[in-house]
Nanobody, 124 residues
Framework: VELVESGGGSVSTGGSLRLSCVVS????????MGWIRQAPGKAREVVTT???????TYADSVKGRAAISVDNAQNTLNLQMNNLNPEDTAMFYC???????????????????WGQGTQVNVSS
C-alpha cells in the first residue's frame, strides 16, 4: 500500500487548503480512510474519516470547516480545510485501513497504512 499526500503549505488565518492523497496497492475493496494530524507537543488527532459506505466523521475542532471526499476514479482521498487558524498548524497524514464501523480507531490501528505527511502552516 502506498499513500502520497500533497497540497500542504503556508496560509494566513482564514485561508483555505485542499489536501490530496493518492492511494495505490490497497488489497481490500471495503475500507476506512482518513486524515490524522500531529503538531509538535500536541497529541495526535484523527481529523476526519470516511468509509466505503460513505459514512464520515469529523473531530470537533474542524466540524463545519473541513470536508473529506474520495475520488474513486483517481484513487484519491481529499480534504478541504477552510477558515484555517494557527491551531491547525500540523503535519497531516492520510491513512487507510480495512473496513470497520469504528474508522477513527481503524486508521490509527495496527492494520493501517499511512503516507509520509504534508505540512500545513497557518500564520496569524
Amino acid at each position: 500500500v502506498e499513500l502520497v499526500e500533497s497540497g500542504g503549505g503556508s496560509v494566513s488565518t482564514g485561508g483555505s487548503l485542499r489536501l490530496s492523497c493518492v492511494v495505490s496497492g490497497v488489497p481490500f475493496t471495503t475500507y476506512c480512510m482518513g486524515w490524522i494530524r500531529q503538531a509538535p507537543g500536541k497529541a495526535r488527532e484523527v481529523v476526519t474519516t470516511i468509509n466505503s459506505d460513505g459514512t464520515t466523521t469529523y473531530a470537533d475542532s474542524v466540524k463545519g470547516r473541513a470536508a473529506i471526499s474520495v475520488d474513486n476514479a483517481q484513487n484519491t482521498l481529499n480534504l478541504q480545510m477552510n477558515n484555517l487558524n494557527p491551531e491547525d498548524t500540523a503535519m497531516f497524514y492520510c491513512a487507510t485501513a480495512p473496513y470497520s464501523k469504528y474508522c477513527r480507531t481503524a486508521v490509527v490501528g495496527l492494520r493501517a497504512s499511512w503516507g509520509q505527511g504534508t505540512q500545513v502552516n497557518v500564520s496569524s
